[in-house]
């Protein structure tokens, strides 16, 4: 497990009201590592935020661990 | 000495949210500043012949200066302004918040966490700012961020640092139960930001003076505008004004 999904987890969980129902899956794609996030539907709102800025946020620092790393990856939260 | 001339007008989405917006600008409550509203707007039906609602905002003349803003940093108004339907992460700012000791010693232990899941090498420093807001407003509690090549956690027009502190301070709120307006920093960037945008803002309103020509800035977060207004608020011989909408609002020097 890299470390780029326990970042998403970690943030995710710290935001939600329902931790245990945070599901991060990490697809490596040929090109980019993909994050695929799931929360409970209430909780929906609380990880994308006013205009997405909860998620932009997410996927600005998931970006940094990524170029540490020297990898390409996409967030999204289904 | 609060300028009789100092007026803002500011359009946003609605009156309300144009309203916040500029009183964080200017760092004033609702109460020192006399309101006029221009254009109230229209909905429009999804954002089709929709009209953005514009104030006037004019500072109050008071024999003495204006009051010190209740909440010190104003690092979001615009976008946590309580209109969209979407719920809300952020419990609302009551006025009671604090940057008491549990809010940061929950602030970094989330901040450590952040980094080393980042793979981040840094330590973080608790400081209090006083270097990052107005002599008569309380300093806020920094986490300041130090170590080695630290670049990458400001980004480009310190994307990345608003992010992290963003999520910091979303994560502490959510322990708190309050919102919690911890700083995040990186190498005191902050401070030296904000003097370098002070000396521009005084270099700026001598260039628009001497060519009577207003100035146009480079796009700034609310908090920067607010750093370029206040440090132009005593200035005789120059108003600021934010032009444009969201990432793209501008302050703009115009010479009177």
Known sequence: MSSMKELVEYMAKAVVNDPDSVIVREIEGSSATI?????KPDDMGRVIGKQGRVANAMRTLLRVAAVKEGKRVTLEIV | MANQNENLDVS???????????????GLTRDEVDIQILNEGKRGLFGIGSEEATVRLSVRSQGQPPAPPPEPSTEEPAETAPTASIPETEPAATGTESNGDDAVSLAKKHLENVLQLMGVEATVEVRTAADLVEQDEEPPAVLDITGNDLGILIGRRSETLQALQYMIRLMVSKDTGRWERVVVDVESYRSRRRESLQKMAHRMAERAVANQERVVLESMTPYERRIIHIALRDNPNVYTKSIGRDSNRKVTIIPK
């Open chain 1, 35 to 39: 994050f695929e996030l799931s929360v």
């Open chain 2, 12 to 26: 946003a989405k609605s009156v309300e949210e144009a309203i916040e917006i500029g009183l964080a600008e200017l």
